[in-house]
């Protein structure tokens, strides 16, 4: 499979290339070049195989010759059997309508060990075939930092650089990422929200002084490896519900798009998903452009749910740019264009293009308390607040018409509740404990320091700390 940038005017690479690229070299984010499709019997076929087998299966196609098919499946398997639960991302109903998708039983207790246990992995395949050293740069409001660092803590050939907005995350997210002393992780706090790391991280990546010393990567969803490994739960919740002979609707708390655009690509794979729902904080930027069209980055709000508190949601360009038909000169322009003016507009095709599958709603602080509540009261769950923004635009949705009451609505539950105890007890009177496997979390050594958020600084650390390209 080759790989090419939303701007049309990087190299084109293969999927080894791309996972290592990370960010292609014109600022642009790398997309398959065509979306892998499987007929509705290839899709029945799968219904019923084992977690790591899927995986493998829905990432055969993306992977193409960077790894053969059973080499593919070692990895799947290895990444899988770190999950806590046999069913890794377990699917539990709510009621007639509603069902909640658990990805949060890897080892940091949110979405993004499903696609980050699996991406250390692929680095240490594809570092170990070369004298290549990468130099991981990334920014988190939270969970990326903590999912990264686990998968890629004490590997050689790697050093981890992320930047997390200082006092703008859990306790529990700093403290699972601060208490890793391995020497190639470094946490910086950074003065500024998490837009602010995100874009000194996307700057690095195309600035020479430091791509000509060091081989810089990313473990944001930037990266296409982290999308194409989070396309699987869409199909594995989806088989278990009767896909491909019924249509499932998906609701997804969103913040920069990525687990979002992941169930897009289900759908082009021929997934029959019968809506995605985005669901925002207050940090409504992507409500805003589905719903009218303006994207347009205002300043960022701390809520209770802060691993959503972005205004500039970077795989945002990834949809606008197939519903643009493609076309890189178009995309280089309109987020030439944001860049300069941190506002634009979505163009008739890319709105109708998208309102065929997408809605969007977005919950403030009392609409997401309520959808706590709710899950604990009528469903005995305690959802934590991303998951409750999810549930609160699922319900909207149901309760609208909008989705048909015979379609089930799947919520993405992307964190587990422990990680935001406050607010679940604000709203339950319940305080959810950490499971076992991360029991001793407030016992142990912190390792950070405090940059001022601006790119020199941050750079200089970097450059200071980081093993040279080979
Ligand atoms: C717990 C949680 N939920 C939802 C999201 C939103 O996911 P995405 O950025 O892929 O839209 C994030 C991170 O962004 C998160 O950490
Ligand atoms: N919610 C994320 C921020 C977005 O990161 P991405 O890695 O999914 O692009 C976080 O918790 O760090």
């Known amino acids: 499979m080759d790989y090419i940038s939303t701007r049309g005017q990087a190299p084109v690479l293969d999927f080894e290339g791309a996972t290592l690229a990370g960010l292609a070299s014109d600022g642009g984010l790398y997309v398959p070049r065509e979306w892998p499709r499987f007929t509705k019997e290839e899709i029945a076929a799968l219904a019923g195989l084992p977690y790591a087998e899927l ?4 990432m055969a196609p993306f992977v193409g010759d960077s790894l053969s098919y059973d080499r593919l499946l070692e990895l799947t398997t290895q990444a899988y059997g770190r999950f806590s639960h046999a069913a890794v991302t377990p699917l539990k109903q709510l009621d007639h309508q509603q069902w909640l998708l658990e990805l949060f039983h890897g080892p940091t207790l949110a979405f993004k060990d499903v696609a980050l246990q699996m991406l250390g992995l692929l680095f240490e395949e594809f570092l170990g075939r070369s004298t290549q050293n990468l130099t991981i740069v990334g920014a988190t409001s939270g969970d990326t930092g903590s999912a990264a660092i686990d998968a890629v803590a004490g590997r050689s050939k790697v050093d981890i650089f992320m930047l997390h907005p200082k006092g703008r995350v859990s306790d529990v997210q700093r403290r699972q990422m601060t208490t890793v002393l391995a020497p190639n992780v470094h946490n910086i706090a950074i003065d500024g929200s998490f837009d602010d790391a995100q874009a000194m991280v996307k700057r690095m990546f195309n600035d020479k002084a430091m791509t000509d010393r060091f081989s810089i990567g990313a473990v944001n969803s930037i990266n296409w490896a982290r999308l194409m490994a989070q396309v699987v739960y869409y199909f594995a919740a989806a088989l278990q519900l009767g896909a491909p002979h019924r249509a499932v609707a998906f609701s997804v ?5 990525g687990d979002v655009f992941a169930g897009y690509v289900a759908a082009q794979m021929g997934l029959p998903i019968a809506k995605l729902i985005v669901a ?8 805003r452009a589905l719903s009218t069209g303006d994207y347009s980055a205002g300043t960022v709000t701390p809520t209770a749910a802060p691993s959503m508190d972005i205004q500039v949601s970077s795989n945002f360009e990834r949809l606008l740019f197939d519903l643009a038909g493609r076309d890189g000169a178009a995309i280089n322009a309109q987020m030439a264009q944001f860049e300069a003016e941190k506002a634009m507009s979505l163009t008739n095709a890319q709105r109708e293009g ?4 997408f809605v969007s709603a977005r919950a403030d ?3 997401m308390a309520q959808a706590i509540r709710w899950g604990w009261e009528s469903a005995g769950e305690l959802l934590d607040p991303h998951t409750a923004i999810g549930i609160h635009a699922a319900r909207a949705f149901a309760a609208s018409g909008d989705v048909a009451a015979d379609v089930p609505v799947v919520t993405l539950a992307t964190a587990h509740p422990a990680k935001f105890p406050e607010a679940v007890e604000r709203s339950t009177g319940h305080r959810p404990g950490l499971p076992d496997r991360v029991g001793d979390l407030f016992e142990r050594e912190e390792r950070c ?3 001022a958020g601006d790119y020199d600084t941050v750079a200089a650390y970097v450059a200071g700390l980081a093993a040279p390209k080979v």
């Not at 925002?280 to 409500?287: A, E, G, K």
């Open 55 to 58: 995986a493998a299966k829905v």
């Open 253 to 257: 708390p969103t913040g920069n798009f």
């Open 280 to 287: 925002t904080n207050v940090n409504d930027i992507l409500h």
């Open 354 to 357: 998208a309102a065929a599958l």
């Open 365 to 367: 602080a009392d609409e």
């Open 449 to 451: 320091v405090d940059l």
